[in-house]
């Protein structure tokens, strides 16, 4: 009989990429995805390790299945399975806090999951998979089953910068590369099934450098000339990216390969030379301003999105005034913002200057504020575009289909059926703080 494979994921998109390839692993052993956890022959969190508020949400999800699974216990049973960087950073405490978790295994081992699979189901067998293998997880996977006309393509793992706050070095590891080969054989598989944008990831994605088919370094400005040229690949994306590796070649690719999106996720974290510093980030502000300068030079209808991180060890009013500054400098179309979260083993967390919480809540709040409002502006200075639209869902009412805009905006649009999983050109006539109202310009033709 099928069993039933339910997958949680938390975090990032590398951990929606990984959580599709696990399924993708497990489907051969008969296990098909169900969105019903109360019906799951095998449940899977992927979690996330990046701030504590990721780390909580795990385990109490694990108390809930932990109920779940003594409910079962003579029908069937349950497999519990915990992935991902908590997994990876606090594998022997999962085991020790949740004698209910079968599998814990680290984002590096998840092809081995169908041994590990067949280990815990032998009575009484736990299995805790969180080394570094040294042959590439990506040489033992199966070829990815496209869900849908967008898909993500990881050509990239892992992180070499140390960021003071930051915990994905530790477990996500060394960086590594895809070669270009894989790379251009996933995508083509990808296109085979009808998928028209793809989005590279990876961790430090822009700091790509592949081998080539003659053994020479590729970076991600080639990689991504050599992605526009697969035959049924329409749209381009990648992140997430760190301002020291924004290179020459890539800046360039903005400006010459029309596939690729006019839209970069671009963490900065702090305006403040100071913060940035003690960051370990490696650049200033005027750094990061006059990178963005150079980026609309080459392409003038790019749009920029980042990360922020209020509250840091020390971070003073004038530093924060700095972040502000450098918000409202720029003018981003959307952006993240957290409050510092002092992570186990970071240098940072062990600084003696913490800001203490309502402190961080007011700071949150502020950049919040200037950022819904320039998202807002954003939105409304689309009114009157028109923009190709990658038209991949229907909509809530009939005869309605829902896009993604260039710039990762949700677009509704009144059009046929057919034209679903296709792109089209849009004209928007209205915005609202999360989505644009658009309508048809032109028909193309429908694959
Ligand atoms: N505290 C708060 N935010 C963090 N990030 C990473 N580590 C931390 C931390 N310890 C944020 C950064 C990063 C994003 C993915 O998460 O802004 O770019
Ligand atoms: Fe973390 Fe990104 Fe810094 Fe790497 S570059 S340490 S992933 S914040």
Redesign the pocket.
């Known amino acids: 009989m099928a069993k039933k494979l339910f997958i949680r994921t938390y975090g ?1 998109q590398m951990n929606v990429y990984d959580s599709a390839r696990m399924a993708d692993v497990l489907a051969p052993l008969g296990y098909g995805a169900t969105e019903r956890v109360e019906e799951a022959d095998m449940v899977i969190l992927n979690t996330c390790h ?2 504590e508020h990721a780390e909580d949400k795990v385990f109490s999800e694990l108390g809930r299945l932990r109920l779940l699974k003594e409910d079962r216990s003579g029908r069937g049973g349950l497999i519990i399975a915990v992935a991902g960087c908590v997994a990876q950073a606090e594998g022997e405490e999962i085991l020790t806090r949740a004698p209910y978790v079968d599998i814990v295994l680290g984002p590096q081992t998840y092809h081995r999951l169908p041994e590990m699979v067949a280990q815990a189901s032998r009575a009484g067998s736990r299995v805790l998979e969180t080394d570094f293998p040294a042959e590439p997880k990506f040489d033992h996977l199966p070829a990815p089953s496209a869900q849908g006309p967008a898909a993500f393509l990881s050509v990239q793992e892992g992180c070499d910068k140390f ?1 003071s ?4 070095p530790y477990t996500r590891g060394a960086e590594y590369s895809r070669s270009v080969s894989a790379v251009l054989a996933e995508a083509k598989g990808l296109a085979d099934q009808g998928v028209r944008e793809i989005t590279l990831l990876g961790q430090n994605v822009n700091g790509y450098h592949g081998e080539g088919p003659g053994g020479e370094g590729w970076g991600l400005g080639r990689l991504i000339g050599a992605l526009a040229e697969v035959p049924g690949i329409e749209r381009i994306r990648y992140t ?1 990216s760190h301002p020291r590796d924004m290179s020459d070649d890539l800046i360039a690719a903005h400006r010459d390969i029309p596939q690729l999106m006019p839209f970069l996720h671009l ?1 900065v ?1 702090s305006g403040s030379d100071r913060v940035l510093a003690r960051m370990n980030r490696q650049h200033t502000a005027d750094d990061y301003r006059r990178l963005i300068g150079r980026l609309r030079d080459a392409q003038p209808d790019i749009a920029l999105s980042s ?3 209020v509250g840091f060890p020390g971070e003073s009013d004038a530093d924060f005034a700095a972040t502000l500054a450098l918000i409202s400098d720029i003018g981003f179309a959307q952006a ?1 913002s ?6 186990p083993g ?1 240098p ?1 967390a062990a600084m003696d200057d913490q800001v203490d919480e309502t402190r961080k809540e007011e700071r949150l709040a502020a950049v919040q504020d200037l950022i819904g409002r320039q998202a807002v502006a954003f939105n409304q200075a689309c009114v009157g575009r028109s923009f190709d639209v990658l038209l991949d869902r229907p909509g809530r009412h009939p005869g309605q289909l829902i896009g993604r805009s260039p710039y990762m905006q949700s677009v509704f649009v009144t059009a046929p059926e057919t034209m679903l999983n296709t792109v089209q050109r849009l004209q928007v006539i209205g915005a609202h703080p999360n989505s644009l109202a658009a309508t048809l310009l032109e028909r193309r033709a429908c694959a």
């Open positions: 990032c990046i701030r960021c706050f930051c915990v994905v997430t963490p974290q990360d922020f991180i993240y957290f409050k510092y979260s002092p992570r970071t940072a």
